[in-house]
C-alpha cells in the first residue's frame, strides 16, 4: 500500500511542477515573440536557453510518467493515464483528472505559440534572404529596373 501511495504521490508532483513550468514556458514563448519581432537577438538567445531548460526538464518528467504508468501495467497513452488518474481516491481523482487537464490545455498553447513564431521567424528569414540577395527573389528588394 505504500508503494501504491508513492506512486500516486510521485506522479502528482511531476504534474504540479510541469503545470507550472508549463505556464512559465507560456510567459517565455510571448516574450520570444516580442523578442523576435525587436529582432532581439540577446533576448531571444536568453529566452531560447530558458526555453530549451524547460524543454528538458519537461521530458524528464514525461519519462518518469513513462516509468510510473508501466510500474502499475498501464501503456503510455491518455487512456493509460485516465486509468492511472482513476487509482487516486475521491476527491484526488477528479483534481488529478483537472490538472492533467490543463496541463494538455496549456500544452497546446504552448504548441500554438511555437507555432507562431516560427512562422514570423521563417518571414523574417525570407525577407532577410530577398534583402540580401534580390536576384533569388521576386525583385521586391531588389534594385528597380527602369
Known amino acids: 500500500m505504500i508503494q501504491h501511495e508513492r506512486l500516486l504521490d510521485a506522479m502528482e508532483q511531476d504534474l504540479r511542477k510541469d503545470s507550472d513550468d508549463y505556464v512559465y514556458l507560456r510567459g517565455l514563448m510571448q516574450e520570444l515573440r516580442q523578442g523576435l519581432v525587436q529582432c532581439d537577438s540577446g533576448t531571444i538567445r536568453?529566452?531560447?536557453?530558458?526555453?530549451?531548460?524547460?524543454?528538458?526538464?519537461a521530458r524528464e518528467r514525461a519519462a518518469r510518467r513513462v516509468k510510473l504508468?508501466?510500474?502499475v501495467g498501464l501503456a503510455f497513452?491518455?487512456?493509460?493515464?485516465?486509468?492511472?488518474?482513476?487509482?487516486?481516491p475521491a476527491p484526488r481523482d477528479r483534481d488529478m483528472g483537472a490538472l492533467w487537464a490543463q496541463?494538455?490545455?496549456?500544452?497546446r498553447q504552448c504548441h500554438g505559440l511555437?507555432?507562431?513564431?516560427?512562422?514570423?521567424?521563417?518571414?523574417?528569414?525570407?525577407?532577410?534572404?530577398q534583402l540580401l540577395d534580390p536576384q533569388s527573389g521576386?525583385?521586391?528588394y531588389g534594385?528597380?529596373?527602369y
Open 77 to 88: 497513452d491518455e487512456a493509460g493515464m485516465q486509468a492511472f488518474i482513476r487509482l487516486y
Open 143 to 145: 534594385p528597380q529596373a
Open 46 to 57: 536568453l529566452l531560447n536557453d530558458r526555453i530549451q531548460a524547460l524543454l528538458d526538464t
Open 103 to 107: 496541463l494538455g490545455q496549456i500544452a
Open 138 to 140: 521576386d525583385g521586391l
Open 114 to 129: 511555437n507555432e507562431g513564431n516560427g512562422q514570423l521567424l521563417a518571414c523574417q528569414q525570407e525577407i532577410l534572404g
Open 69 to 71: 504508468l508501466k510500474a
